[in-house]
């Protein structure tokens, strides 16, 4: 049975908004471990206003196009899910950050908004107003898929791919690969074309993936010799020697938080051996936003 151009338009927003679904419940474990914690450990809140100012100006476009059903379903679940995972970053958040998040809230997803509602309801008709809201889209889009340059310069940088998942890059290529169908069949091309960016993007990081996926990653010492100092000192001066380092790198529980203990075991003229342990926690805030809106 031959499929007819709008059973593939159908097909395509299908799966765009089942992945598209996917890709906005992939912070839940970083936000459950906000919550299990009580802190936001330095996280930052830019990428889920981002995404909930996004969803919302696409809801906003879909009122008034024809036939869009997945655009409005999607992004009316982004909204939902982006103000739960803001609530959560405001509950536990530091006094200034929940400041300076509220603050950024109100200047995008308010007044931003609102301005953008006003002067296209009260300024265009019609197909103009539509064409005016999509380039406010198509723009926004374009900067999202953009931002994962970012991770790509630090990819290179490091030559590790520890906070560029292969798995995420994936879906959110074959998201942008959905949406760039769905438009170009809709002949959308507020839709097309930030998403042909997104496929590029996506791409480009998963050929990345590919030549550092290899790599180990290591731990560089800042001041490698104070161990042997420590050493030379005890040896020298008090009697004591350093039996045993132990340097035991912890599986994390969170991709961006790096744990390492160190145990000396010091061995006295006496034989007598004292353990001391010492657990240094390296915080390192990576974002890679991610774009899961059409």
């Not at 009580?38 to 809801?59: D, R, V």
């Not at 064409?131 to 940088?157: D, M, Q, Y």
């Not at 839709?191 to 042909?196: E, Q």
């Amino acid at each position: 049975m031959e499929l007819n151009h709008q059973s593939w338009v159908f097909i395509c927003g299908l799966i765009g908004n089942a992945i598209s679904f996917m890709v906005f419940l992939s912070p839940m474990p970083t936000f459950y471990q906000i919550y299990k914690k009580k802190t936001t450990e330095g996280f930052q809140a830019i990428p889920y206003i981002t995404a909930l100012f996004s969803s919302t100006l696409w809801i906003y476009y879909a009122i008034f196009v024809k036939d869009s059903t997945f655009i409005i379903t999607i992004n009316s679940f982004g909204c939902v899910i982006e103000s739960i995972y803001l609530a959560i970053f405001l509950i536990y958040s530091s006094k200034k950050s929940r400041l300076s998040t509220i603050k950024v809230l109100l200047l995008l997803n308010v007044f931003g908004f609102g301005a953008i509602v006003l002067s296209t309801l009260y300024l265009t008709k019609g197909d103009k107003r539509v064409s005016v809201i999509g380039w406010f889209n198509l723009i926004l889009n374009i900067c999202v898929f953009a931002s994962p340059l970012g991770s790509l310069r630090r990819v290179v940088k490091t030559k590790s791919v520890e906070f560029m998942p292969f798995s995420l890059s994936f879906f959110l290529t074959l998201n942008a690969v959905m949406w760039f169908f769905y438009g170009l069949l809709r002949n959308d091309y507020y839709i097309a074309l930030p998403n042909t960016l997104g496929f590029l993007f996506g791409i480009i990081q998963m050929v990345m993936y590919m030549i550092y996926r290899k790599n180990k990653n290591v731990v560089v010492l800042e001041e490698p010799l104070k161990l042997q100092e420590l050493n030379n000192n005890n040896n020298n001066n008090n009697g004591h020697v350093i039996d045993v380092v132990k340097l035991n790198t912890m599986v994390p529980s969170e991709p961006n938080h790096v744990a390492v203990n160190v145990t000396l075991i010091d061995e006295d003229t006496n034989g007598n051996k004292q353990e001391e342990n010492n657990d240094h926690h390296d915080h390192i805030n990576k974002n890679m936003a991610s774009n899961c809106n059409v």
